[in-house]
């Protein structure tokens, strides 16, 4: 038996975890049986939204690859999709969540499912969003509302969720215009049979739906035209009233 003094602590060995800790990471929680179904509930909602928009090209970005259930969107030319993979994504491209390998202003619509709940670098991420859209581009921003009694099955598997002004914060400071918000997805009632809240057009339905979907869109300043003025001219030199210089100088 080796002596308590010849001993030694190896330092690279991993600190115990108190099982009062998430010890799943936020892409395995999302990926989940539960979530999945919670998750297809929102997008199955938003769909009618996604539908709406049109371009060259969306790209959406995903916590997995759900063969199940794919958002429709007849109305774009090319789509990009993204399935997170650690602290980056995989799919059409391989890259990190804050370094996008597309040209700025390049495409019309990006649907982000859940993408803030599992980012590492939740603002460079809403950066590259920011940076990707063209002008008059929207971004739909697809989260879990946090005040959902849904937060159970989420609430020790890693997710750090936005609510959504909390995400609509975080986007104005990117210089995107908050189009408006509303909470989707299911809503459990302490009857015995689960009912469905659908939000109107002009409300954010029930808070205790399981998502909220928040539409941004990029504005760029236009150019101001100059507008051309008359020049004066004096009285004294051969002038009449009435009269005007022909020459012009831009205001």
């Not at 190896?10 to 800790?21: L, N």
């Not at 539960?34 to 539908?51: I, Y």
Request: net charge positive.
């Amino acid at each position: 038996m080796t002596p308590a003094k010849d001993c030694r602590r190896i330092g690279t060995m991993p600190a115990v975890q108190s099982p009062r800790q998430p010890v799943s990471p936020a892409e395995t929680k999302l990926a989940s049986d539960g979530m999945r179904g919670l998750l297809r509930r929102c997008l199955r909602d938003a769909a009618p939204d996604v539908a709406r928009f049109s371009g060259r090209y969306g790209l959406f970005i995903e916590p997995y690859e759900d063969g199940e259930f794919v958002a429709e969107a007849p109305n774009l030319h090319t789509r990009l999709h993204l399935q997170r993979v650690g602290d980056g994504f995989d799919g059409d491209l391989q890259c990190s969540e804050s370094a996008i390998p597309l040209a700025d202003a390049s495409i019309a619509l990006i649907l982000l499912t859940c993408g803030f709940e599992a980012a590492r670098d939740a603002v460079g991420l809403a950066a590259e969003c920011a940076r990707v859209l063209e002008s008059e581009g929207t971004l739909l921003v697809l989260g879990l509302n946090p005040w959902s009694p849904a937060h159970l099955r989420w609430m020790f598997g890693g997710l750090r969720v936005w609510s959504p002004e909390a995400t609509g914060a975080l986007l104005s400071g990117l210089g995107l215009e908050i189009i408006g918000w509303r909470y989707l997805g299911a809503r459990w009632t302490a009857h015995t049979t689960t009912t469905i809240d659908v939000a109107g057009p002009q409300t954010h339905g029930s808070p205790l739906r399981s998502g909220f979907l928040l539409e941004a869109r990029r504005r760029d300043p236009g150019l101001t035209p100059l507008r051309v003025q008359t020049a004066p001219v004096r009285f004294g030199q051969g002038a009449r009233p009435g009269m005007t210089s022909s020459m012009k100088t831009p205001r």
